[in-house]
């Protein structure tokens, strides 16, 4: 593959990055290993100095590396320097509360004095997506950091500047060398380096067609893996839902990062009392925004990554319209060379229908018409994907149990979906496992190592010896 930055705004080719040689994977995983095997017995505490470093390194220079992400995937510069200023809450909540997540924890057993030690796994393989790159990194790197595993990094291909800016600023804090190195690799390589002994976990995030080979080859190789793929999340707009606050937040879940995120509202399923007006605010909302360069703040909506991905949106928009799906509203075409979607929104999607249950990563919106909660909770659920989702209801206790109903990972009952470095994320089914950020994340890729300990041995009748004789 073609490492490769193309302005998605301008279409200019800005540059272009060649592979990784075999031999400098190898010296990689070679710095890693070594760097492991010093981690092993280093304290938590040596390492935290420098996730604090790095929290202010993306705090002091937001801007320049915000404008990094906009020329690589044309995010808009307002979020872009969002998804920075994350970044350093990640590193910063890691720096504070990696020693207690981390110590050991004591068992009350008859076998001894039992504790549950939390020591590093090792070398890790990161496999990442385009759609936010440093904050995709940022919560792998630093809870795993901490813990003491070295990474090495496969980016997307059309992202490598940014890969560079995170992989520099990691450098930069001071972090010793092997601990975080990108690769530019193919896939070749990529199966070469996940089957390799030295790496012992690997955590992707991206397609379900990416996950799927990846888990093929850790899996031949038994090695640990998180996995954190598409979703179809579900809008669900509830017979009582406040619809001021429906109308605000339903048209964001869409089109925040162009529609580009694996836990944006994709499905907007609406009971029959508020379709209605819901369909109508939507459209409204749709045609108000404003494309142009992502860096100009007054902005509202981005082009999307890249040619490619504005193409296979276009296919499946058409192929669901084939299909019987109405298209309720398409925005009207602007003048711009830019990769821009049109806004579009789509009715009438049935079961039958390609576009049923399937990821649109875009700005496009697929809603449908339910009688009533039940149906609605029974539609989000007739899925392949199980990832985030969004409950409107007319109290949160209310939202609160119809979001439990959801086979799904996370749910955000009257409010907009968040990523913050206290709250787990992850999915189910199809939308992958494991779970990143929070207390979990941390023990993703941790070796949970139990010590018994006694000063003599137990022979007693209820001891270990004489159970362990006894099997």
């Known amino acids: 593959m073609a490492y490769q930055t193309t302005n998605p705004y301008t279409n200019e080719v800005v540059k272009t990055y060649e592979d990784a040689t075999p031999e400098y994977v ?15 017995n280093d304290p938590v505490s040596s390492r935290i100095p420098v996730l604090h470093k790095l929290a202010q390194i993306f705090r002091d220079e937001t801007d320049s590396l915000a404008k990094v992400l906009t020329v690589d995937m044309g995010k808009l510069i307002g979020e872009a320097k969002g998804e920075v200023i994350l970044c350093a809450m990640i590193a910063d909540y890691y720096a504070d509360h990696a020693e207690e997540l981390l110590k050991p924890r004591t068992i009350e057993s008859i076998a001894g004095e039992a504790q549950l ?4 796994l090792g070398v890790m393989m990161a496999v990442e997506p385009w759609n936010f790159p440093y904050y995709q990194m940022m919560r792998i790197f630093a809870p795993n950091f901490a813990v ?61 067609r990416g996950g799927v080979a990846v888990a093929k080859v850790a899996g031949e190789h038994l090695k640990k893996t998180t996995m954190e793929l598409g979703g179809v999340d579900a809008f669900i707009v509830a017979h009582d839902a406040n619809m001021t606050d429906v109308k605000n937040i339903a048209p964001r879940a869409r089109l925040y990062n162009a529609g580009q995120v694996c836990t944006s509202s994709k499905r907007f399923i609406v009971t029959e009392n508020n379709y209605d007006e819901f369909l109508a605010s939507l459209k409204d909302a749709f045609s108000s925004v404003k494309m142009g360069d992502p860096m100009d703040p007054s902005t509202t909506l981005a082009p999307m990554n890249s040619k490619r991905a504005k193409e296979k949106l276009q296919a499946q ?12 509203y398409v925005h009207e075409p602007i003048d711009d060379d830019g990769q821009f979607f049109m806004p579009t929104i789509l009715t009438n999607i049935t079961k039958d229908n390609p576009a049923y249950g399937k990821e649109m990563f875009g700005p496009v919106a697929q809603v449908y018409k339910v009688k009533d909660d039940d149906a ?6 007739d899925a392949d994907y199980g990832l985030g989702g969004i409950v409107f209801a007319g109290t949160a206790e209310y939202g609160a149990e119809l979001a439990s109903r959801i086979e799904t990972g996370m749910v955000f009952v009257n409010t907009f979906f968040s990523s913050l470095p206290e709250l787990e994320f992850g999915g189910v089914k199809k939308s992958g496992f494991g779970r990143e950020l929070g207390h979990s994340g941390i023990f993703s890729f941790v070796n949970q190592e139990l010590v018994v300990k006694r000063d003599h041995p137990n022979e007693d009748e209820t001891g270990g010896l004489v159970l362990a004789h006894k099997f």
């Open 26 to 40: 190898e010296e990689s995983l070679a710095k890693a290993q070594k760097l492991y095997l010093k981690w092993r």
């Open 117 to 120: 030690e939390n020591h590093p």
């Open 148 to 208: 003491g595993d070295p990474i090495v990094y496969k980016h997307a291909a059309i992202t490598p500047a940014s890969a560079l800016a995170f992989e520099d600023a990691v450098r930069r804090a001071g972090a010793p060398e092997g601990a975080l190195t990108n690769l530019f690799l193919s896939y070749d390589q990529v199966s070469d380096v996940v089957a390799d002994k030295r790496v012992q976990g690997v955590a992707l995030t991206g397609s379900e």
């Open 317 to 328: 928009v058409d192929e669901a319209i084939a299909g019987g799906a109405t298209a309720y």
């Open 376 to 381: 609605a909770i029974a539609l989000a659920n």
